[in-house]
């Protein structure tokens, strides 16, 4: 399913941004959707899932209380509300799509937008 992700940009420590990512094709709601990130030189890493209907997310920790994800799937849309960010923040921001699994890991993501950078000011 082709995924687009929206919303990047340049943005100043504390403020707030939002993330978009719009899927076209597939049955939206048959999948998990997750949100990762790439720092230069750094691997790929977990940001936040939520589950088919949306009644389930999970962050990695170092979003915990700061991020949102949540998803509309009349729209085939997720979201990642970043609120308080901060300069380590930012990264690659990646959209994904699982048909199976509610996972942490890369590797069990079936397809993958293009990215959407997001970059913090101090």
């Known amino acids: 399913v082709p995924l687009v992700e929206s919303g990047g940009g340049l943005v100043q420590a504390v403020g707030p941004l939002r993330l978009s990512c719009a899927a076209s094709?597939?049955?939206?709601?048959?999948?998990?959707m997750g949100w990762f990130r790439q720092a230069p030189g750094k691997e790929r890493e977990f940001v936040a899932h939520i589950s088919w209907g949306g009644g389930s997310t999970s962050y990695a920790d170092s979003v915990k209380g700061r991020f949102t994800i949540s998803r509309d799937n009349a729209k085939n849309t997720v979201y990642l509300q970043m609120n308080t960010l901060k300069p380590e923040d930012t990264a690659v921001y990646y959209c994904?799509?699982?048909?199976?699994?509610?996972?942490?890991?890369?590797?069990?993501?079936?397809?993958w937008g293009r990215g959407t950078q997001v970059t913090v000011s101090s």
């Open positions: 994904a799509a699982s048909i199976r699994l509610m996972s942490t890991l890369a590797r069990d993501y079936n397809f």
């Open positions: 094709g597939g049955t939206f709601s048959s999948y998990v």
